[in-house]
């Protein structure tokens, strides 16, 4: 791509009406710069890079590890999640400063630069293993200046398809396809605290502990109440052990079975009279100890009547928390919102795209899209104003992101000139404003 096509294209509809292409002087991702200066506020990527083995060597090494991090990051935010993509975003204007260094004053990295970073040189075993915490440091570096005042812990696991020879790659007859499994992890604010790419055909809760026990341990000074919730796939003593010890309270479903039923045959009668259109609800607590379990457990049932159904709903809840058995219900359905953000990280970073031969490079592509997935995120969280707080990740990228911009250079500085639709001036200030007081604020030291 040059600075002009020379060829004018026309349309029908209006002969007076000329398109030309300037790749290099017009952008339509002009509203990646908020993402950029919240990155350099706290360091994300900065400090990211830092950490990263850098094994190339020669003279022909025109990118450092940082813009190289970078570019692969802030490309998938904006929607290119193929790396092929590259070599259009090596001469867009935003994204050449968005990665910093020579991009500015030449080109972002191409295709087969970005492939070698991250199929090569991210899947060195020292940076794969370093990759698999960063998540969770970027979770700290903003926690720093904006403490918690709890910590809940949200783990779920989901699906994404294959289509390849991908390595790991098997059939899960629950998903019913071709696919990997990988396993998330987030606290209630949605930011993903760690992830795990697993094989297609291994259980729902195969490696929590990979998952789990690096965040619980990173947080193990917070003196802050913590809680964990997860569905019936983590219903393991093993894991009830360790939150425990750990003194979190827990909300995790429980399997129907004929023990647990029992407890509750004195409310499984349908009421007496004709049924309202809301559903009925009774709530009801008893000890109970399953063979595995080294003692009983308190278990918090809910038994939900509908109009023109049979039966009840049912559903066993296994916890420690010591609240009514209605508040322990609801505190378990609010894990819902860990379901919400899985779909926001397949439909606006699109991480379910895992299309690498060798499993490794598969690893760092998620690990990627999850960075991704938590920069968006802490913008949202931290940035939009009252009036769009409730934009979704991928709302975000299509008004946000997709702004259209032509770059103007002047003697001193350069100017973008972005359109004014989706996102007024008014808007894209009051985010840059937000950004600047959170930088403002001065980090605390670890533990927080």
């Given at each position: 791509?040059?600075?002009?096509?020379?060829?004018?294209?026309r349309?029908?509809?209006?002969?007076?009406?000329?398109?030309?292409?300037?790749?290099?002087?017009?952008?339509?991702?002009?509203?990646?710069?908020?993402?950029?200066?919240?990155?350099?506020?706290?360091?994300?990527t900065?400090?990211?890079?830092?950490?990263?083995?850098?094994?190339?060597?020669?003279?022909?090494?025109?990118?450092?590890?940082?813009?190289?991090?970078?570019?692969?990051?802030?490309?998938?935010?904006?929607?290119?999640?193929?790396?092929?993509?590259?070599?259009r975003?090596?001469?867009?204007?935003?994204?050449?400063?968005?990665?910093?260094?020579?991009?500015?004053?030449?080109?972002?990295?191409?295709?087969?630069?970005?492939?070698?970073?991250?199929?090569?040189?991210?899947?060195?075993?020292?940076?794969?293993?370093?990759?698999?915490?960063?998540?969770?440091?970027?979770?700290?570096?903003?926690?720093?200046?904006?403490?918690?005042?709890?910590?809940?812990?949200?783990?779920?696991?989901?699906?994404?398809?294959?289509?390849?020879?991908?390595?790991?790659?098997?059939?899960?007859?629950?998903?019913?396809?071709?696919?990997?499994?990988?396993?998330?992890?987030?606290?209630?604010?949605?930011d993903?605290?760690?992830?795990l790419?697993?094989?297609?055909?291994?259980a729902?809760?195969?490696?929590?502990?990979a998952?789990?026990?690096?965040?619980?341990?990173?947080?193990?000074?917070l003196?802050?109440?913590?809680?964990?919730?997860?569905?019936?796939?983590?219903?393991?003593?093993?894991?009830y052990?360790?939150?425990?010890?750990?003194?979190?309270?827990?909300?995790?479903?429980?399997?129907?079975?004929?023990?647990?039923?029992?407890?509750?045959?004195?409310?499984?009668?349908?009421?007496?009279?004709?049924?309202?259109?809301?559903p009925?609800?009774?709530?009801?607590?008893?000890?109970?100890?399953?063979?595995?379990?080294?003692?009983?457990?308190r278990?918090?049932?809910?038994?939900?009547?509908?109009?023109?159904?049979?039966?009840?709903?049912?559903?066993?809840?296994?916890?420690?928390?010591?609240?009514?058995?209605?508040?322990?219900?609801?505190?378990?359905?609010?894990?819902g919102?860990?379901?919400?953000?899985?779909?926001?990280?397949?439909?606006?970073?699109?991480?379910?795209?895992?299309?690498?031969?060798?499993f490794?490079?598969?690893?760092?592509?998620?690990?990627?899209?999850?960075?991704?997935?938590?920069?968006?995120?802490?913008?949202?969280?931290?940035?939009?104003?009252?009036?769009?707080?409730?934009?979704?990740?991928?709302?975000?990228?299509?008004?946000?992101?997709?702004?259209g911009?032509?770059?103007?250079?002047?003697?001193?500085y350069?100017?973008?000139?972005?359109?004014?639709?989706?996102?007024p001036?008014?808007?894209?200030?009051?985010?840059?404003?937000?950004?600047?007081?959170?930088?403002?604020?001065?980090?605390?030291?670890?533990?927080?």
């Amino acid at each position: 791509m040059g600075e002009a096509c020379q060829d004018t294209l026309r349309v029908s509809f209006d002969h007076a009406i000329k398109l030309e292409f300037h790749g290099a002087r017009v952008s339509s991702d002009a509203g990646l710069f908020p993402f950029r200066d919240l990155d350099e506020a706290v360091q994300l990527t900065e400090s990211s890079a830092a950490q990263l083995f850098d094994f190339r060597t020669g003279s022909n090494i025109r990118h450092a590890m940082t813009a190289l991090f970078r570019q692969s990051i802030y490309s998938r935010l904006a929607g290119y999640e193929d790396v092929n993509d590259a070599e259009r975003l090596r001469v867009d204007p935003v994204m050449r400063h968005v990665v910093g260094g020579r991009a500015v004053d030449q080109d972002a990295a191409s295709t087969s630069q970005v492939a070698r970073f991250e199929t090569d040189v991210l899947c060195h075993p020292d940076n794969l293993d370093a990759f698999m915490a960063m998540s969770g440091q970027w979770v700290d570096r903003i926690r720093q200046r904006r403490p918690r005042d709890k910590l809940i812990l949200d783990m779920d696991s989901s699906v994404s398809p294959t289509y390849g020879q991908q390595e790991g790659t098997a059939y899960n007859g629950h998903f019913g396809c071709e696919c990997y499994h990988p396993l998330f992890l987030f606290n209630q604010d949605g930011d993903l605290e760690r992830a795990l790419l697993r094989g297609g055909n291994v259980a729902s809760a195969d490696d929590w502990g990979a998952v789990l026990e690096p965040v619980v341990a990173r947080y193990r000074d917070l003196d802050i109440p913590k809680y964990f919730r997860g569905d019936a796939a983590f219903a393991l003593p093993e894991l009830y052990s360790l939150l425990e010890g750990e003194t979190y309270g827990y909300a995790i479903r429980l399997k129907s079975n004929a023990v647990l039923e029992r407890q509750i045959e004195h409310l499984s009668t349908r009421p007496v009279g004709r049924p309202p259109k809301q559903p009925q609800r009774v709530y009801h607590s008893f000890e109970y100890r399953a063979e595995s379990w080294d003692r009983a457990r308190r278990v918090v049932a809910k038994i939900e009547w509908h109009q023109g159904e049979l039966f009840p709903q049912v559903g066993f809840v296994v916890t420690n928390l010591t609240g009514s058995p209605k508040s322990v219900v609801h505190f378990y359905n609010q894990r819902g919102t860990a379901e919400q953000w899985i779909k926001e990280g397949k439909y606006a970073v699109r991480w379910t795209r895992l299309s690498c031969h060798s499993f490794d490079a598969n690893q760092v592509r998620l690990q990627l899209h999850v960075l991704a997935y938590n920069l968006g995120n802490f913008l949202r969280r931290l940035a939009l104003p009252p009036a769009v707080k409730h934009w979704t990740l991928t709302t975000l990228r299509d008004k946000l992101v997709k702004i259209g911009s032509k770059i103007v250079h002047h003697a001193r500085y350069v100017m973008f000139q972005l359109a004014e639709v989706a996102v007024p001036r008014r808007l894209y200030r009051a985010i840059l404003d937000r950004i600047r007081h959170f930088a403002a604020i001065p980090p605390r030291a670890a533990p927080i």
